[in-house]
Every structure is written in C-alpha cells, then in structure tokens.
C-alpha cells in the first residue's frame, strides 16, 4: 500500500466576480476511488489548510456521493494540513485537483512547488487534471531544470474555457502557461478524455479524464510495488546465502 496526497484549492469565489467555486468534486471522487479500491491510503492538503471549499456535487453520480459521505474522507477534508507544513517524505505520489480556483492560488506557490519537486526528485508520482496542473508551473526539480520541460501533458485547453464562458475571468489560459514552459500541450476534442503520462508525470485534460488519471498513476506505483518486492526477494536470497 502506498501513500498518496490529494491537493485542494483554497479558493472560494472566482476573481472579483464573487462566482462561488471550490475543489472539483468529480476530479477528487473518482481519483480517490481508484486509490481506495487499489488499497492505496489517501490523505488531503489545501493551500491555506482547514476545510477547502467544494464545488457543486452531482448528488447522480453515486462516487460522488460516496466520496462525500464517506467518513474517513469527510474527517479528512475538516481539517486539512496547509501544503507548506507537509513532509513529503510521507507520500509516494501527490494528485492536484482541479476547479477554476486553482488558477488564482496554486501557481506562485513556493510551499506547494517545494512540495510537488520533493515528491518528484525522491521517485514519486505527481498527477494533476483540467486545472490542477497550474500548481505545475515554476515546479523546479534539483537539477535546476523546470518539472514540465519536454513533457508532454494534458489540462483545460483554451476552447473548453470559452465553451465555460470563463475565457474573461480566468487570469491566465492554463494551456499557453504550459507551453511557454516547455510543455508539450497535447489538446483532444472539448470535454474528451485525455490522459497523458509523461515519465513519472501523468496529467488529464478535464474532469472526465480524472479517473484516468489515477489509473495512470496507479500502474507507476504497481511498478514501484513490483520493484521494491524484487528487491527484497533479493536481499533475503542473499542473507540466506
């Protein structure tokens, strides 16, 4: 079993419009339910702690709704740890939920880089999906080279921003950011599942690439499972020798 960190914007209203938002509840249920189910411990973050603000939840979609009444769950998103206090030494892979407040108070967030790098540099899995990979950006690992550089990736393209009608609030495009850091932005059709893993970076391009995402990242952590295995395999035949 591996440890695996969610991350939650801390927005709660999109720019100076006052539009309420919040965490996409879509891109944290169906996630959670492949780690869960692959026996995975999750745990939550947010960018100023507390409780994160959630956006609407689709009360048809029976995961969303176990996701929001699960117990354990709802115990950890009362009170999430602020994402500059989290040792990464803990998790194995960090997951970035989307939902448009991300692009206010994921980027330029040197707490939540540290974090997302330290989670890289020691060999783990970072997963992001529509907006979530703005917490992406200015991500340096301990080369010196940027995290996105000649990666290929997937979020929230340009067209699906103005299908929203959030082409005029939004700060930036998420999609050009991207690319002016080396990404390679791959786009599919407007609200088309999309999913990209990019050595140990796996990033979807809105909320029905979510559950795509973290199957992605749960076949690197079988990998990483296999591995460690092997290697213990290994080491007991020796002592035995």
């Not at 199957?215 to 007991?236: C, G, P, S």
Request: glycine letters at 10%; one cysteine or more; hydrophobic letters at 40%.
């Amino acid at each position: 079993m591996k440890k695996i960190l969610m991350v939650l914007t801390s927005v709660s209203e999109l720019g100076a419009g006052g539009e309420p938002t919040g965490y996409n509840v879509a891109e944290a249920a169906h996630p959670w339910k492949v780690f869960r189910d692959s026996g995975h411990f999750v745990d939550f973050a947010s960018v100023k702690g507390g409780q994160p603000p959630r956006d609407t939840v689709d009360t048809e979609d029976p995961i969303q709704v176990q996701f929001t009444q699960d117990e354990t769950t709802r115990a950890g998103l009362y009170n999430t740890a602020r994402v500059e206090v989290v040792d990464p030494e803990q998790y194995d892979a960090l997951y970035l939920v989307g939902g448009h407040g991300t692009m206010w108070d994921f980027p330029n967030n040197e707490g939540l880089q540290k974090l997302i790098g330290d989670i890289y540099n020691k060999g783990g899995v970072v997963g992001a999906v529509c907006h979530g990979p703005a917490g992406l950006l200015d991500v340096e690992l301990h080369h010196g080279i940027k995290l996105l550089s000649g990666k290929n990736v997937a979020a929230f393209t340009n067209d699906e921003e103005v299908a929203v009608g959030k082409d005029k609030i939004i700060p930036f495009f998420l999609a050009d950011k991207l690319t002016e850091q080396g990404a390679n932005h791959i786009a599919a059709d407007n609200f088309e599942e999309n999913v990209q893993v990019s050595e140990r970076l796996v990033t979807g391009q809105n909320p029905a690439s979510a559950a795509g995402v973290a199957k992605e990242m749960e076949k690197l952590l079988a990998e990483v499972i296999h591995q460690e295995k092997a290697e213990e395999e290994a080491a007991e035949e020796v002592e035995a020798d």
